[in-house]
């Protein structure tokens, strides 16, 4: 796993006597992302440069050195990510006649590429993966992203230069780059706690969307950028939901096995030391059994845990662990230790960004690249075999409110009134709060989602109240207007005759993109770690996903019914069956206590209005609930201040 980053200078905007020295501190902005080697390519009299740098993983030789060209020397690349069919395709390769000098997957791609052009090459990749292409005889730059977004790429033109690379940061050092905070960016990421794709936090920076590419060529100068889909997610859904598959249940659960049992297969080839996250849910408990079955030694197995009984998970997943006898590491993180980790998030995630498991799943990160290079996680279950209880929550409203929509009278009006909401939490604990170990602050929390879903009214209202932290960033940013996303805009959506698939398309779509795997990625890769995600096999795993009905996915009240089905072929249901946690810190405790004085400083109403970009009303008033114990509002208070952090991280 690597980073790159380059500009394409087509009417030399910038001396060219400079072009190397730039790009080189360009890729050294993202050294944490390759600390093994670095590497740059420029052509002068064409104003492209690419630059690199390398954490390596497959060919630890200087033949997988990048930027690497193509055997004949047309095709120039710098590419980050794994092609886990490389070996396969290498294979195909050599019977067409290619001959290959090293064993690396960047030469099996140039090779490809060469074979069957960029659009064929990409259909045939399995991996996660972005690259920067240079074609010396169509003097045209390709950039590419793989299909479910594992791997980020940014591109942007800025004063007639197009800059691009991994992460953000790469494009400070560029002289041409002149940032401008895109308000109505600012407005989404108020709404998720993350800016969905295309969008980034700045105006005319975009990301590449899953599954596309562009092409620029000189002529190109300061156009619209418009991406070319060699895959699609709806096409998959659609194809899935039309042809679902007929096997009975048996046989879906060894199918799944199989697919699962080689997706984990390919991704266990590494030159370099290898384990995985383990939490002791059904996700990263799946792949690290499913791991142990194919090695010969115990699988090196990570767990952060916490002392806060509510945000512990380490304890289950010592009981998995020592069941499948893996080599587990477990380390215990004191609250100081945590929020040591705060100051660096600005600088990890280059735009705002606070989904706050950000936190734990940086120091699982650090702890595992003690020992390992390599590690494999869980992400994307919960997306494929209805994990979330957003799904049930969502389901089970929808029933609520159609047994409402039935009622005589105004009663039904009535009881969607925010006077009768704000009783949903007395509610809730009268039915038990204790139940499966549910906090009355969990609930409580609950009830003021509940409250706010009871007031949508389509189906897709009611899951993006859901989903939304600030109701009406609108309001809250300053001279800011939320611009529409796939959550809003059903014109693209596939046919669906149940809305859970709907849910699960959508967080396919944004969510698993642009909060999850960005999340991993920068957590994992800020500490020079490649992370793999086997769920995410999107030629198959993903594929097989949407063709299975939904009733072999959420099954009464149970999520990920197959998964956990092959799961328990491995690993005893006993082990596994409790109350999904999530990966989180009590961000809403330590905004009371030992993060007070942080928060209040970001907070400041004059400071807020000194800056301009946010109305200080809601905010204060939120905040002053908070401290005063009345609400929990830490999601909405945490993207405030995650977005100061770096506001004030920018300005230094």
């Given at each position: 796993m690597c980073g790159?980053?380059?500009?394409?200078?087509?009417?030399?905007?910038?001396?060219?006597?400079?072009?190397?020295?730039?790009?080189?501190?360009?890729?050294?902005?993202?050294?944490?992302?390759?600390?093994?080697?670095?590497?740059?390519?420029?052509?002068?009299?064409?104003?492209?440069?690419?630059?690199?740098?390398?954490?390596?993983?497959?060919?630890?030789?200087?033949?997988?050195?990048?930027?690497?060209?193509?055997?004949d020397d047309r095709y120039v690349m710098v590419f980050n990510g794994e092609i886990?069919?490389?070996?396969?395709?290498?294979?195909?390769?050599?019977?067409?006649?290619?001959?290959?000098?090293?064993?690396?997957?960047?030469?099996?791609?140039?090779?490809?590429?060469?074979?069957?052009?960029?659009?064929?090459?990409?259909?045939?990749?399995?991996?996660?993966?972005?690259?920067?292409?240079?074609?010396?005889?169509?003097?045209?730059?390709?950039?590419?992203?793989?299909?479910?977004?594992?791997?980020?790429?940014?591109?942007?033109?800025?004063?007639?230069?197009?800059?691009?690379?991994?992460?953000?940061?790469s494009f400070k050092p560029n002289p041409v780059f002149s940032p401008e905070i895109n308000r109505d960016a600012l407005c989404l990421y108020m709404r998720h706690n993350y800016i969905p794709a295309p969008f980034s936090i700045y105006h005319k920076v975009f990301k590449l969307l899953p599954g596309s590419y562009i092409q620029i060529k000189a002529e190109d100068l300061n156009k619209e950028i418009t991406p070319q889909p060699y895959w699609s997610l709806e096409a998959t859904v659609t194809n899935g939901l039309t042809h679902p598959f007929k096997g009975?249940?048996?046989?879906?659960?060894?199918?799944?096995?199989?697919?699962?049992?080689?997706?984990?297969?390919?991704?266990?080839?590494?030159?370099?030391?290898?384990?995985?996250?383990?939490?002791?849910?059904?996700?990263?408990?799946?792949?690290?059994?499913?791991m142990q079955t194919q090695s010969s030694i115990p699988v090196k197995t990570f767990t952060i845990g916490f002392n806060e009984k509510r945000f512990n998970e380490a304890l289950y997943a010592r009981e998995v662990a020592k069941h499948l006898h893996t080599d587990h590491t477990e380390l215990y993180v004191t609250p100081e230790e945590a929020m040591q980790v705060i100051p660096l998030l600005p600088t990890l995630y280059d735009e705002p960004f606070s989904d706050s498991s950000q936190i734990p799943t940086f120091l699982v990160s650090q702890l595992a690249r003690q020992n390992v290079?390599?590690?494999?996680?869980?992400?994307?279950?919960?997306?494929?075999?209805?994990?979330?209880?957003?799904?049930?929550?969502?389901?089970?409203?929808?029933?609520?409110?159609?047994?409402?929509?039935?009622?005589?009278?105004?009663?039904?009006?009535?009881?969607?009134?925010?006077?009768?909401?704000?009783?949903?939490?007395v509610f809730w604990h009268a039915l038990g709060s204790n139940q499966h170990g549910t906090s009355t602050q969990r609930l409580r929390d609950r009830m003021v989602k509940l409250a706010e879903m009871l007031g949508s009214n389509?189906?897709?209202?009611?899951?993006?109240?859901?989903?939304?932290?600030?109701?009406?960033?609108?309001?809250?940013?300053?001279?800011?207007?939320?611009?529409?996303?796939?959550?809003?805009?059903?014109?693209?959506?596939?046919?669906?005759?149940?809305?859970?698939?709907?849910?699960?398309?959508?967080?396919?779509?944004?969510?698993?993109?642009?909060?999850?795997?960005?999340?991993?990625?920068r957590a994992s890769m800020g500490v020079s770690l490649e992370a793999r995600v086997p769920l995410l096999d999107d030629h198959r795993v993903v594929e097989?996903?949407?063709?299975?009905?939904?009733?072999?996915?959420?099954?009464?009240?149970?999520?990920?019914?197959?998964?956990?089905?092959?799961?328990?072929?491995?690993?005893?249901?006993?082990?596994?069956?409790?109350?999904?946690?999530?990966?989180?810190?009590?961000?809403?405790?330590?905004?009371?206590?030992?993060?007070?004085?942080?928060?209040?400083?970001?907070?400041?109403?004059?400071?807020?209005?000194?800056?301009?970009?946010?109305?200080?009303a809601p905010i204060r008033q939120k905040w002053q609930e908070h401290i005063e114990g009345k609400n929990n509002w830490q999601y909405y208070l945490w993207d405030i201040l995650m977005f100061q952090s770096w506001l004030i991280n920018q300005n230094k």
């Open positions: 790159f980053t380059g500009f394409f200078d087509p009417s030399f905007v910038l001396e060219t006597r400079s072009y190397a020295q730039i790009v080189k501190h360009m890729s050294d902005a993202i050294i944490h992302r390759g600390p093994d080697d670095d590497g740059a390519w420029v052509d002068e009299n064409k104003g492209i440069t690419l630059g690199f740098r390398r954490l390596a993983i497959l060919d630890l030789t200087p033949a997988g050195h990048q930027p690497m060209a193509s055997a886990y069919n490389f070996g396969e395709l290498h294979a195909e390769l050599v019977s067409a006649g290619h001959s290959f000098r090293g064993t690396s997957d960047t030469e099996v791609m140039l090779a490809a590429i060469l074979q069957w052009g960029i659009k064929g090459a990409l259909t045939r990749f399995n991996g996660q993966f972005a690259f920067a292409l240079w074609d010396r005889l169509e003097n045209q730059l390709t950039l590419a992203r793989d299909r479910l977004g594992v791997k980020p790429l940014y591109y942007g033109w800025m004063n007639r230069v197009l800059l691009f690379g991994s992460e953000l940061k009975n249940e048996h046989e879906a659960v060894d199918e799944l096995e199989d697919l699962l049992k080689d997706s984990i297969r390919l991704r266990m080839i590494a030159d370099v030391p290898l384990g995985a996250f383990l939490s002791g849910g059904v996700d990263s408990s799946a792949v690290v059994a499913l290079t390599v590690s494999l996680s869980g992400d994307g279950g919960d997306e494929l075999f209805g994990g979330y209880e957003r799904y049930f929550w969502t389901r089970d409203l929808l029933k609520y409110k159609h047994i409402l929509s039935v009622l005589p009278g105004n009663l039904p009006s009535k009881l969607l009134t925010g006077a009768a909401s704000k009783h949903f939490d389509a189906p897709e209202a009611t899951y993006l109240t859901m989903l939304s932290h600030w109701k009406d960033p609108n309001r809250l940013v300053q001279g800011g207007f939320e611009p529409s996303t796939v959550l809003m805009d059903k014109s693209g959506w596939p046919s669906f005759k149940n809305f859970t698939d709907a849910m699960m398309y959508l967080d396919m779509k944004s969510y698993l993109p642009d909060d999850i795997l960005a999340k991993v990625d097989f996903a949407w063709r299975l009905p939904l009733e072999y996915k959420i099954k009464g009240n149970i999520s990920k019914w197959i998964l956990r089905q092959v799961l328990y072929r491995h690993v005893p249901a006993n082990l596994i069956e409790r109350p999904k946690m999530g990966f989180g810190v009590p961000i809403d405790g330590w905004l009371r206590g030992p993060l007070k004085e942080w928060a209040e400083n970001l907070l400041d109403e004059k400071v807020l209005k000194e800056q301009g970009y946010l109305n200080p």
